[in-house]
């Protein structure tokens, strides 16, 4: 299957996915949200959806093997000591911009919020500044 049709297909599901959340419960589909939520504590009545949703996303690339031979992610590129340390600040960085790209990303500038265009903006401009530092300048060093 060609690259660029898994990739419109993959932003036809995620979109489908933020409508049909925000249409049958009123919620964002902010994956930090819904994944802090799971782990600090979730109102009883409100877990099972949060639950179902990231059983969703851990069960898609399952879905996406049969077609393509693979989940479509690929083997690590980095140890696990570094990919702790990304986890960390990818989860540092949700709480400081109030949000992930998912919330902000995907529903915030699809409701015109000013913020989340913003918040998005920035997210964009300090993974370039990550991969181009990680690749160019701090090549040798790592």
Do not use: E, Y
């Not at 409508?19 to 979730?42: E, H, K, N, P, Q």
């Not at 995907?106 to 913020?115: E, L, N, P, Y």
């Amino acid at each position: 299957m060609q690259l660029w049709f898994l990739s419109v297909m993959g932003g036809v599901l995620i979109g489908l996915a933020a409508v049909l959340l925000m249409s049958a419960l009123g919620r964002v589909a902010g994956i930090s949200g819904i994944a802090s939520s799971l782990v600090l504590g979730a109102k009883r009545g409100d877990r099972s959806w949060r639950w179902a949703f990231i059983l969703g996303l851990l069960i898609a690339p399952l879905c996406l093997m049969p077609f393509v031979g693979n989940g479509g992610i690929g083997m690590p590129q980095v140890g696990w000591s570094a990919m702790a340390v990304a986890g960390l600040l990818v989860g540092f960085g949700t709480r400081l911009g109030s949000g992930c790209t998912s919330g902000h990303g995907v529903c915030g500038i699809a409701r015109f919020s000013t913020r989340s265009l913003l918040a998005t903006v920035v997210f964009m401009l300090f993974g370039i500044a990550t991969v181009f530092v990680l690749r160019h300048v701090a090549r040798g060093l790592l």
